[in-house]
Nanobody
Framework: QVRLAESGGGLVQAGGSLRLSCAAS????????MGWFRQAPGKEREFVAN????????YYGDSVKGRFTISRDNAKSTMYLQMNSLKPEDTAVYYC?????????????WGQGTQVTVSS
């Protein structure tokens, strides 16, 4: 199995930046896809971004395009989310997830989440 650990969350003012990290351990050799999701109070889980591990192709949710950048370090089995121009609407718990290919585009492993709070 895969263990995921998010870090880098915190409190920031609108317009500021944060960089989230997701470190994966365990059977990371089977990783095909890593992604970020978030869940704000009173809302359902939302897709933020993902990266295909081998090709490096990235995808972003419409609400974060142009502001967030996802990247990976294959040797360290670590994924990052650089968040710029943060808005109060970005306030949420951010979760890291790993897909191993059981279902195309699916995710089998999830981290515990890290809180991001953006003040107005």
């Amino acid at each position: 199995q895969v263990r995921l650990a998010e870090s880098g969350g915190g409190l920031v003012q609108a317009g500021g930046s944060l960089r989230l990290s997701c470190a994966a351990s365990g059977r990371t050799f089977s990783t095909l896809n890593m992604g970020w999701f978030r869940q704000a109070p009173g809302k359902e889980r939302e897709f933020v971004a993902n990266i295909l591990w081998l090709s490096g192709r990235t995808y972003y949710g419409d609400s974060v395009k142009g502001r967030f950048t996802i990247s990976r370090d294959n040797a360290k089995s670590t994924m990052y989310l650089q968040m710029n121009s943060l808005k109060p609407e970005d306030t949420a718990v951010y979760y890291c997830a790993v897909g191993i290919g059981s279902t195309p585009g699916g995710y089998e492993y999830w981290g515990q989440g890290t809180q991001v709070t953006v003040s107005s």
